[in-house]
């Protein structure tokens, strides 16, 4: 059904006859007629009836007429529709430890993707690399990475770890050797860098006193907090926990030899071969390098 039709219908009612509203529609009174004509061969039934020169509404003319303002009106609000804008967004799934997954990522997404739809696995290095290749997971982030195939490691950063003990701790008296850490449960292998545990500690270089073993960083934080233990954490995990602690509950770093005081990890992203470096991934990477260039 035609707008205009249903307009020139009303008008013809409105002013009395084709004369008059042929001439405030701007059309011809044969064109009027006809466009008249039309609109009652579309709805099946007589709107007028010839009398003399003129012409005479009927009763389903007049039902008709009565009904129009509120078709035109809801012609009008579907005219005004919009496709929405609203974004169906695709689900991004990280697959990380501990370290970056805890206080990192959840910093990350809330300044920087706050909106996205995010799924967050924990996945040991070797694990997380299968993650991605079979697509189960999009983006890994990891300081050990582990050659996969169909996988593809980005070197972002380097992030310095240290030995660190409540603030005020009888530890920070002792000797490394003497130190009761508490250390990752979960072993890694065949890291080229050689690292075996998950925290980075370099065991393969210098042995430690393994007094805990904890399945999560968190509890060995805890640990630490009670002055139970010490654990090798990177600096910037420590910046994140003290932040919301009070002065004699911050953990503060402790005095390694020299030897000791350049434990650096580099931190890579981990994404399938071949993938286009997408915009969470660029925020990523800045993300990354910049919790180094903060200290």
Request: charged share 25%; proline share 4%; net charge positive.
């Amino acid at each position: 059904m035609e707008t205009d039709r249903l307009i020139q219908f009303k008008t013809v009612v409105d002013t009395g006859g084709l004369m008059k509203a042929s001439e405030l529609l701007g059309i011809s009174g044969g064109g009027l007629s006809k466009s008249i004509k039309s609109l009652e061969d579309e709805m099946g039934y007589k709107l007028f009836n010839h009398k003399g020169r003129g012409l005479e509404i009927t009763e389903m003319g007049i039902e008709f007429y009565n009904k129009i303002p509120n078709l035109l009106k809801a012609l009008d609000e579907l005219k005004s529709l919009k496709p929405s804008k609203k974004h169906i967004y695709k689900t991004i799934k990280f697959a990380t430890f501990e370290v970056f997954s805890t206080y990192f990522l959840a910093d990350f997404i809330a300044k920087h993707i706050p909106q996205e739809d995010i799924h967050i696995q924990e996945a040991i290095p070797g694990e997380m690399e299968k993650l991605i290749s079979e697509g189960i997971c999009d983006i890994g982030i990891t300081y050990d990475p582990i050659p996969f195939k169909g996988v593809e490691f980005l070197k972002i950063s380097t992030i310095k770890g240290g030995v660190y003990a409540l603030k005020d701790s009888k530890f920070h008296k002792q000797k490394v050797h003497e130190l009761p850490f508490a250390v990752p449960v979960s072993p890694i292998k065949s890291t080229p860098s050689g690292v075996k545990g998950l925290d980075g500690w370099p065991d393969h270089l210098v042995e430690r006193r393994t007094t805990f073993k904890v399945e999560m960083m968190q509890t060995a934080l805890e640990l630490v907090s009670q002055d139970l233990a010490v654990a090798f954490l990177p600096d910037f995990i420590i910046d994140f926990y003290n932040k919301h602690r009070l002065t004699t509950k911050k953990l503060t770093q402790f005095k390694l030899p020299t030897s000791f005081k350049n434990i650096r990890r580099d931190v890579y992203i981990i994404q399938r071969k071949g993938s286009v470096e997408s915009l969470v991934i660029k925020k990523l990477a800045k993300a990354l390098r910049q919790i180094q260039e903060a200290k």
